[in-house]
C-alpha cells in the first residue's frame, strides 16, 4: 500500500506526473524489447563461443570455488562474500514479482526463455566479473575497488565514459532502486496488516526500516560484506524449500507443468499462451525478466565482484557466473513452479481479453503470495511477508555496496561516505512512503543506458578476460599434475595476455618469477 508525496503532488499539475511515468514506461518497454535484449543475448552467445562454453565446460570447478571461497580474504572481503554480496542485489523481489509477470503476460513458456537467458547470461556474468578483479585497485579499508567504470578507465582509457556510468549507476542504485526496495517493504507488511483488520502507516514503516538500515550502511562495505553472507543465502535457501514442499505436494503435477513450459516456449498450445498470445509473448517476456533479474551484462555485479579478494580474477568469475545460476535456475523457477503448482494460476484466463491488463497488474502484487497461501493455507502469508521482506532488504543492502564504489571512483578511495549514507536512508523513506512508478520507469532507462556502456566495454576488453581464463586453465593443469602448489596470476609479461595489467594489484610477487616457464 502505497502514498504519493503531497510536496509532490502540491507541485506538479494534475496528471502531470502520471503521463510523465506513462512516457517513460513506453519508452522503456521498447528500448528493452526492441533493442537491449536482443544485445545482452548476442553478447552473450558471442562470449560463449569465444570461451568455449565456460560456463558447462567448467560448471563442476564454479560450484567447488563457491563452496571452497569462504577463508584467504587477508583482512579484506573473501570471494564469498563478494558472491554473496552480488547475490543479494540479484535476489530480490524481482524474483517473486517479475516471474509472475512473466507468466501472466507470455504464459508458462516465458520460463523457458528465462533459463534461456540464464544459461547464455552466465558467459557474459564470467567475463564481466572477471574484468572488474583484473582492474581493480586498492583501496583504503583494506578491500578492493573495482567495476566498469575501473575497467573502461584503465583498459580503454576513457576516464569520461568511466565517469559517466559512475553517476548513472549511482543514482540508480544509490537511490532509485533503494526506494523501490523499501516501496515493496512497506506494501507487503501494509497489505497484510490491513487484511487482518489492521493497519499501520507508511511513514512508521520507514522510521523502522530506516533504523534498521543505518547502523549497517555506516559501518561501510564490511559490514555490509558480513550481513549478505548470511542473510543472501538463507533467504534463497528458505524459498527454494518452500517450493520443494508445494513439489512434493503435487508431485503428480510436474510433468503437466513442464510440458506446459515447453509447450507454451515455442507456441504449441494456444491455452499456454499469455496475454499477448503465442511465441513471441514467451520470449519477450521471458527475455526482459530473465536478463534484469540475473543482471549478467548490465554492469552492477562486477562492482562486487571486484571487491574480493582472490588468487585468480577467473575464481570471481566463476563464483558470479554461479550467482546467474543461483538467481534464475534455481529462484525464478521455484517461483515458476509454486505459481503453476498451486492451482490458482489459470492459463485459459489468462488470453487477450478486455481485462487482461488489470488482470497482469494484479498478479505483480499478489499471485505468487496468492498461490503459497492457496496450497499452504493463511498462515503462510505471514512467511512471504518474511521472505519478501529478506528479499528486498539485502538488495537494499547489496544496492549501497555499488553506489559506494562509484563515488569512490569519481571522488577518490578516501572520500567521504556520509552524504551517500544519507541518501540512502532518505531513499529508503522516500520509498516506503511514496508512489515510485516514475522513479522506477526512469532508473529503468537510466538502466538501460548503464547496460548500454558496459555491453561495448567487456566485448572490447573481452580479449584480457579470454587471456586469464587460458593462464589458469594452464596452471589448473599443472597444480593437478603436480607441477606446482597453488594458482596464482601475474599480470605484468604474461604470455596469455594481450599486455601487462596497470597497477600493483597483480604484479609478481618477490620470490616468485615474472613469467613461467
Given amino acids: ?19 510523465a511515468t506513462k512516457t517513460l514506461g513506453d519508452i522503456s518497454d521498447q528500448f528493452y524489447a526492441g533493442f537491449l535484449a536482443w544485445a545482452l543475448i548476442t553478447v552473450g552467445l558471442y562470449f560463449t563461443i569465444r570461451s568455449r562454453a565456460v560456463q558447462f565446460r567448467l560448471f ?10 569462504r577463508g584467504n580474504a587477508e583482512g579484506g572481503i573473501s570471494s564469498f562474500q563478494a558472491f554473496t554480496i552480488g547475490l543479494a542485489s540479484r535476489v530480490g523481489t524481482g524474483n517473486i514479482v517479475g516471474v509472475a509477470i512473466a507468466i501472466t503476460l507470455g504464459g508458462p513458456g516465458a520460463i523457458f526463455w528465462m533459463w534461456v537467458v540464464a544459461l547464455v547470461g552466465m558467459a557474459t556474468g564470467f567475463i564481466e566479473s572477471t574484468l572488474a578483479q583484473m582492474f581493480k585497485v586498492p583501496a583504503a579499508d583494506g578491500t578492493f575497488r573495482g567495476g566498469p567504470a575501473y575497467y573502461i578507465t ?22 532509485a532502486y533503494e526506494a523501490t526496495q523499501a516501496n515493496t517493504i512497506a506494501g507487503q507488511i501494509g497489505g497484510l496488516l490491513e487484511s487482518r483488520g489492521h493497519s499501520v502507516e507508511p511513514w512508521i514503516i520507514g522510521a523502522v526500516l530506516v533504523a534498521l ?18 542473510m543472501a543465502p538463507i533467504m534463497a535457501l528458505i524459498y527454494a524449500l518452500l517450493a520443494i514442499v508445494i513439489l512434493v505436494l503435487h508431485a503428480t503435477a510436474i510433468p503437466g507443468t513442464f510440458k506446459a513450459i515447453f509447450e507454451g516456449a515455442f507456441g504449441l498450445n494456444a491455452t499456454f499462451a499469455g496475454i499477448s498470445g503465442g511465441l513471441y509473448a514467451a520470449a519477450i517476456n521471458g527475455i ?6 540475473n543482471e549478467a551484462g548490465e554492469g552492477s555485479v562486477p562492482n562486487a565482484a571486484a571487491t574480493a579478494t582472490t588468487s585468480h580474477p577467473v575464481k570471481q568469475g566463476f563464483i558470479q557466473s554461479m550467482g546467474v545460476f543461483v538467481d534464475t535456475i534455481i529462484v525464478c523457477t521455484a517461483t515458476a513452479l509454486i505459481v503453476m503448482l498451486s492451482g490458482l494460476y489459470d492459463s485459459a484466463a489468462n488470453l487477450a481479453s478486455p481485462e487482461a491488463v488489470e488482470a497482469a497488474d494484479a498478479a505483480k502484487k499478489t499471485l505468487t503470495s496468492d498461490s503459497v497461501a492457496h496450497v499452504l493455507g493463511d498462515w503462510s502469508q505471514y512467511l512471504m511477508v518474511v521472505i519478501i521482506f529478506v528479499f528486498a532488504y539485502s538488495s537494499l543492502l547489496g544496492n549501497y555496496t555499488y553506489a559506494e564504489i562509484n563515488v569512490d571512483f569519481l571522488r577518490g578511495s578516501r572520500s567521504n561516505h556520509t552524504w551517500l549514507r544519507l541518501m540512502i536512508l532518505v531513499a529508503t523513506f522516500v520509498g516506503a512512503v511514496a508512489s515510485l512508478d516514475f522513479v522506477w520507469n526512469l532508473s529503468d532507462l537510466a538502466m538501460g543506458a548503464m547496460a548500454v556502456i558496459n555491453i561495448v566495454a567487456i566485448t572490447l576488453l573481452g580479449k584480457w578476460a579470454f587471456g586469464a581464463l587460458r593462464d589458469w586453465e594452464a596452471q589448473n593443469r599443472e597444480l593437478r599434475a603436480g607441477q606446482r602448489d597453488e594458482i596464482r596470476f601475474v599480470g605484468e609479461n604474461n604470455p596469455y595476455l594481450p599486455g601487462d595489467l596497470p597497477g600493483e594489484v597483480w604484479a609478481p610477487r618477490e620470490e616468485e618469477p615474472a613469467t613461467r616457464a
Fill in 1 to 19: 500500500m502505497t502514498h504519493p508525496v503531497p510536496a509532490l503532488t502540491a507541485v506538479l499539475p494534475t496528471g502531470a506526473l502520471d503521463d
Fill in 60 to 69: 563442476p570447478e564454479m560450484v567447488r570455488t563457491v563452496f571452497g571461497s
Fill in 154 to 175: 584503465r583498459g580503454l582509457g576513457s576516464r569520461a565514459w568511466g565517469s559517466v556510468f559512475a553517476v548513472v549507476i549511482t543514482f540508480v542504485f544509490g537511490f
Fill in 213 to 230: 538500515t543505518a547502523p549497517i550502511v555506516f559501518k561501510g562495505i564490511k559490514r555490509v560484506a558480513h550481513v549478505a553472507e548470511w
Fill in 288 to 293: 526482459k525478466r530473465g536478463l534484469f533479474s
